[in-house]
């Protein structure tokens, strides 16, 4: 893959993914925790980088986000779906959802997302824990390797092997003597050249041509420190596979048994022989001593029960021609000294399970010529060191490569283990955010559905908007978009039962709301009624649909929107400069891209309320001449509509009732009503009361 020919990419990013080890499996499968292993590349760099791939395949340039109200309501979905992921590396990967006008890559991500929602997950409790000790597998540096070295007289092989083994040292030997020379130096050579094959050279050399393609076999460290360092992420993800019935890509139980094989740090242990040869490395000195001490005291005690008689030629040799204790010593003495000699050479073989071929070494460990005290034969017991050292290591090399074997087999679908599980937690925080959140998958009117600019659909179907059965339907601007003989709109959105998480109630006290708005319209209502929430409803459905996702609510359908615009209310009035700029942004809703999804909340605020009236009557006019969604929330609505040239629909939040002073709201907006203000509803509230002074009201609710 051409790195920089992925959206966004340029020479340094690229630069920096040809060093990661995995890039192009990273990048497939928008693995950003692996991209963002490069220290070159940040979290929020390696996000973009997934979805630069996803955009490529689907050559997706669309910008759906176009507003910054837009770009923070995304943030939120990512948060609400963040929230219920429990891996760092679901965490980021769901950021590599994104909305999109590219109707492939909604589709891809919905074919996803179905899975996700039916296959059955636990969403509970119950593997949380499990899944936290799931991370991504690391590879680690192993340390320089001393024992071993690895020689070629091919430069161009000298330069591959040096970048493929950089914890061994690579040396060029030009003949025969220098491989020799490099024999002596390391415990095994590895030579690369097939001309050293059959050639008498002192020392362990081995020829192994292939080894540049087979690193485990010349580095098994490798593969078992990966397997040591991983071993906690890789049980706990077995876990997860048994605790959810996945299909694991390999023999569970092979994959326990072998990783016993491995301590933490990287050594091959469970192997009796070996254990026993580094037993008896460790001990050796101690079984000596002890075995002298066997040897001397039953010395001692014989001695002591001894009564021996001197004749007298021995005692004159003795005096006159110094001849030592020891000649007596030994001819008193010898079948003590042999049986005790005998069971400190039986101590020392117990002792360190000395073999029957290793036996000789105790047997000459011990002076055979009566002594006391018995000390042993320094130069056997150290040659016997020697020679358990070397089987100990013979024995670690071998099982090394052995359980390295083993464990090669075994590396990829460990690999595929660990990731099924990493995106069974993607999987599940979709899942569970469907199910917090009462979810259901939007359907997205067909794009043969869609009218063109003057009402006319691809579809041979009547326009039946005039004896529309919604009678609340009161504007050419939402009758010119539907269609349909039921009244289902083709163009827009229509809500049913939508419920918002992102409101400051708890979810399960928000009310459910219906809204459907095809063509421009302006939504009215009392204060507090819900009409920003219904702004951000709107757009947070916009989003998720756009992303593939499950919506909240029991049933949406919508438009396939190019682009969303959401404007939030602004805090007062703008200066001028302010005033300005913010014109010259609606200006660019006015020849943008088509099928747009617009949402403004309380432009008016922006100057005194005549002016805004017009403004907004004149962008009004603007996305009705492109065939724009919009809804622009108002209190002027009847100004705007007064100004604008067409008949804009007005939709209203209304209160039905005041209790305690509370207004009771319904949340749904009511189609074709222009809603009451609340002055005007405390007013009327006032007007019915039976009291003198209701006149009054009376007459100021003629005014309203
Ligand atoms: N669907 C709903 N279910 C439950 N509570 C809601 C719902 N919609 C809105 N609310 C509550 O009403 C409050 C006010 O909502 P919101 O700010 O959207 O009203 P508004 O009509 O935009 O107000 P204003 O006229 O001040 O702009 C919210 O903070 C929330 O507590």
Redesign the pocket.
Known sequence: MQFEDIPGVGPKTAAALEELDDAERALKDGDVAALSRSPEISDGRATAVARGVIRKRHNDDSNFLATRRAREIYQDVLALLRDRAITEYATKRLATLYPTASSTRIEEARAFVTAATTTEIPIDDTIQETLSGVEPLTTPTISRIRDRCIATSDPERYAKADDVFPEVSVEVVEDTRELAELARSYSTVIALDERFAGIDIEGDVQIHPDAIDTPNKIVPERVLQYFATNRDRILAAVKVHEQTNLDPPCSVSKLRDVLKKVDTDGTVVGDAELTRLTTAVADLDAAVSTAESVANDRLREAIQQRDVTIEGTDFLSLVEQGARVDSLFGRELNDEYDSAVAAAREHLIEAIELRPSEADFAERAFPTDPTFPVEHESSVISRLRTELTTARDRKAAQRKREVADELTTLQQPVQKLVRAVLELDVERAIAKFAHDFECTMPTFIDDTEIPDQTGNTNRDTPDTAADSPQSEINSSSEAKHITDSDGSLIRGFNISGG??PL???EFS?????DYRVSGVTLLS?????????????VALIAILAHMGLPVPADNVRLERFSELHYYA?TQGTLDAGAFESTLRDFRELADGASNRLVLV??LESITEPGASAKIVAGILEALEDQSATAVF?S?LADEIREAADFSVAVDG?EAVGLEDGELI?N?SPIKGRLARSTPELIVEKLADSDGSESQFYHRLLQKF
């Open positions: 419920r918002s409101l400051d109630v006290a928000v009310e459910a709301i209502g009392v204060n507090s009624g819900g009409k920003t929430s219904t702004l951000d409803l209310k909340d309380e929330v209190h939040i709201v949340r």
